[in-house]
């Protein structure tokens, strides 16, 4: 059947107007872009502590654009894909780069080797998803867990000897620089179950709101006056949780087992049982922004 521009049928919505809420999410994803290009650059003119502040300025603008997308219904596909762009930038190569210009280009080869696979490990974390994310076989309690240590964590974790050294710390040698910067892109891409919170319903009682807000407030106030203290702290707790998540996951799954072999037990009623809606182990594809 030949195609007919003049067929009422024919789609006209990729010439058609876009509604502006639509632009917005992607506009933070763009500027998020741009952070973790710049910081890309002032690494290798030597601004350490300005292209770390440029990643962790990109990871703040990538935890609210799919808020924003969902507060004004402003989720598309190509904001879906443009976030994926935005995450193996700002996450995978930039932090690999400004690893190798601080410290692993003293190793040469070797260095140049540890930060391309932290940059890949971070596109397979990436690529691995958007794969995987319609899994019918998934379980309910799968939607607490990521899996793998999610992108923007492994970006902020990985610097943390760049941040021990603003600190005034000894610098690590460079060869243990990159043997962890190599655990971080393997948890990155192992099937490691990380608690990511994003099912769990947050309900603040009224006596604690206001307690709430002070608390964030002197949580932001403390990350501008001591910014190193803080993401060192925030590392070294993250990559402490991590053992707690994977035996949640499997407290979890042993529960899950024992509930379907209880259920499938001979002379007994099956029973329904209600759960949550599966939601993705990432929010990127569930707000499309």
């Known amino acids: 059947m030949p195609?007919?521009?003049?067929?009422?049928?024919?789609?006209?919505?990729?010439?058609?107007?876009?509604?502006v809420r639509l632009l917005v999410p992607n506009v933070i994803t763009l500027l998020a872009i741009c952070a973790g290009l710049t910081a890309i650059r002032l690494s290798t003119e030597g601004r350490m502590e300005l292209?770390?502040?440029?990643?962790?300025?990109?990871?703040?603008?990538?935890?609210?654009?799919g808020r924003v997308a969902r507060m004004?219904?402003?989720?598309?596909?190509?904001?879906?894909?443009?976030?994926s762009l935005a995450d193996f930038v700002n996450f995978g190569v930039a932090p690999g780069l400004i690893l190798y210009f601080w410290q692993l280009h003293d190793l040469n080869n070797v260095g140049w080797i540890a930060a391309m696979v932290f940059a890949i490990s971070g596109g397979l974390r990436l690529a691995r998803f958007n794969a995987t994310m319609d899994d019918p076989n998934k379980p309910a309690f799968a939607a607490n867990f990521f899996t793998g240590v999610p992108a923007p964590a492994g970006a902020i974790t990985v610097l943390l000897p760049v941040y021990m050294?603003?600190?005034?710390?000894?610098?690590?040698?460079?060869?243990?620089?990159?043997?962890?910067?190599?655990?971080?892109?393997?948890?990155?891409?192992?099937?490691?179950?990380v608690f990511?919170?994003?099912?769990v319903k947050m309900r603040v009682a009224p006596e604690m709101v206001l307690?709430?807000?002070?608390?964030?407030?002197?949580?932001?106030?403390?990350?501008?006056?001591?910014?190193w203290h803080i993401l060192s702290a925030c590392s070294v707790l993250y990559l402490l949780s991590l053992p707690v998540g994977w035996r949640s996951y499997r407290d979890h799954q042993r529960n899950a087992a024992a509930q379907k072999s209880a259920g499938s037990a001979p002379g007994q009623k099956p029973t329904l049982v209600v759960t949550d809606p599966i939601q993705h182990d990432d929010d990127r594809p569930a707000r499309l922004n």
């Open 3 to 19: 195609f007919d521009l003049n067929s009422p049928e024919t789609p006209r919505r990729r010439f058609g107007p876009i509604p």
């Open 165 to 193: 050294s603003f600190l005034g710390a000894p610098t690590p040698p460079a060869v243990l620089t990159a043997v962890y910067t190599l655990l971080i892109a393997f948890l990155m891409v192992s099937r490691l179950p």
């Open 72 to 83: 004004i219904k402003g989720q598309s596909k190509f904001g879906a894909e443009l976030d």
């Open 51 to 65: 292209a770390v502040a440029a990643i962790v300025f990109a990871a703040v603008l990538d935890g609210i654009d």
């Open 211 to 227: 307690p709430l807000f002070v608390s964030v407030v002197l949580f932001i106030a403390l990350l501008i006056g001591y910014p």
């Open 196 to 199: 990511s919170g994003k099912t």
